[in-house]
């Protein structure tokens, strides 16, 4: 996409983002985009939001940006009602196409659906082989509609029953809201693995991925959806039910290093703070003489700040990022390229020259990203770049959604520490250790997902590549 700098393919990314709200009287449909608008971190392929005038549902969804697939105003225009999802996605499970941009809307004997998840069902293939054996048409290639056909196939009259009848098949890591006429439902997957948390307007409910999305509609948070729970939002209010009796929470360590907004709140810890705590303890784990701290913009500027606190070291702008490019940017030209044009993200030459630079990332994926960053900085006159990473080394692959498929895209799988310094070019490179990132938690240790850094998969592995 971007051949300079920064490799997309170097990053986790996270699957999507989901938001709904019921709030009679409200512009639902508007509040929805601004909630969307809040979540774009989470996804940028396609957006769509789903409104119910209690009746009828109707459902707008493109390919692009929140503000690309809602230019026209007219799209928000046509969403009128007093419930509404949306959803924007980044996709991992299923191409990026429109047919697989969310909400997913259908109709079954008990009339329409809107269904909008965030994650990724580990038995999402087995389900949908199974279904398609026995009838099932599928028009997509997202778990949504895995789903929609199970709620549809139970023989439960109502919504709540259906819905619990059909999580019983699933597996993985999951985040739904399901929208009827007149009712929303929002589930947590059993381990809770994908954040969901439930908010309130002055006059209704909001339930959306992360807390950021209720600060910017002015909604209050009220709590956490609990793993293995599911509520229904209607107009008597919030009603809780479990369809799972969890042993463990198993949120995704990788919402606090990366995936969620610093002004985001998981398990009552704000995103911010916590990845300043990372930053000084890969700090004290790794201490540096150096001239000055920088971090790679925007995920690790609050770690970065915590690594300049620790080592007692100005903490400097090192690199200016450019945030206006969107689908319709037009590709540097293999000529152009040929210049080192740096479209994404450029150093700032006066700061760094001369200097002795810590570089703050938050994680290695590749290694394709630090290794030309790091060059970027030298060729802007560093006289030394010490590269500290606010995770422990992602030495194997996610099953629940993230798109770090196989192993060797690792470097960490592949190659020793030093190994990825001597690659990357860095004068000395430091990982956070898993004990660190745990302690700076403070919560008890097994109530994060961290498969991915030590191969301890909530739900087995095994069990993941059988049900395939
Ligand atoms: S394996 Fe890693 S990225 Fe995937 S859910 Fe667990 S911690 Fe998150």
Redesign the pocket.
């Known amino acids: 996409m971007f051949p300079e700098i920064i490799d997309p393919r170097d990053k986790?990314h996270e699957e999507c983002g989901v938001f709904g709200i019921y709030a009679p009287g409200s512009a639902v449909a508007e509040l929805t985009y601004y909630g969307l608008f809040a979540l774009q971190h989470r996804g940028q392929e396609s957006a769509g939001i789903a409104v119910s005038d209690g009746e009828t549902i109707t459902n707008e969804k493109g390919m692009g940006l929140v503000a690309e697939v809602f230019r026209d105003t007219s799209r928000l225009e046509k969403l009128q009602g007093h419930l509404a999802v949306g959803h924007v996605r980044y996709s991992t499970t299923g191409e990026s196409l429109l047919m697989n941009a969310q909400p997913l809307l259908v109709r079954y004997r008990q009339g329409q659906l809107a269904i909008v998840l965030n994650g990724n069902l580990v038995n999402g293939r087995r389900l949908r082989r199974q279904l398609e054996a026995t009838g099932s048409i599928f028009q997509a290639t997202t778990d949504s509609e895995v789903i929609a056909h199970l709620i549809a196939r139970s023989g439960e009259e109502e919504i709540t029953a259906a819905v619990k009848n059909a999580l019983a098949y699933l597996q993985g890591?999951y985040a739904y809201i399901l929208m009827t006429p007149d009712q929303l439902i929002g589930i947590r997957d059993p381990y809770g693995?994908r954040p969901l948390a439930l908010g309130k307007t002055g006059n209704g409910y909001i339930l959306a991925s992360e807390t950021c999305a209720f600060d910017i509609v002015g909604a209050e948070f009220v709590r956490e959806i609990e793993p293995g729970e599911m509520v229904i939002i209607d107009e008597h209010g919030v009603h809780s039910t479990r369809f799972a009796h969890s042993t463990k929470q198993a949120l995704?360590?990788?919402e606090f290093i990366y995936f969620a907004r610093p002004d985001s709140d998981l398990n009552g810890r704000n995103v911010h703070m916590v990845r300043k705590r990372f930053g000084r303890r890969v700090a004290q784990e790794h201490p540096v003489e150096a001239d000055l701290v920088t971090g790679v913009p925007d995920s690790s500027l609050s770690a970065a700040s915590g690594v300049a606190e620790q080592l007692g070291l100005p903490y400097e702008m090192g690199f200016v990022k450019n945030r206006y490019i969107g689908r319709t940017f037009i590709q540097p030209s293999q000529e152009i390229r040929a210049l080192g044009v740096r479209i994404k993200l450029n150093p700032v030459r006066r700061i760094v020259e001369g200097k002795r630079v810590v570089l703050v990332d938050d994680s290695i994926v590749r290694g394709t990203t630090s290794m030309r960053i790091i060059k970027m900085l030298r060729d802007a006159g560093a006289t030394a770049v010490h590269m500290l990473i606010t995770s422990p080394p992602i030495i194997a692959p996610?099953y629940?959604g993230?798109d770090t498929s196989s192993a060797d895209q690792l470097i960490a799988a592949r190659l020793t520490i030093e190994e990825i310094r001597e690659q990357i070019g860095a004068d000395s490179l430091g990982f956070l250790s898993e004990e660190g990132m745990l302690d700076c938690m403070d919560l008890p240790r097994d109530s994060f997902?961290?498969?991915?850094l030590n191969h301890c998969y909530p739900v087995k592995p095994e069990d993941c590549l059988a049900a395939q």
């Open positions: 986790m890591a693995i995704c360590i990788f996610c629940y993230i997902c961290t498969a991915c």
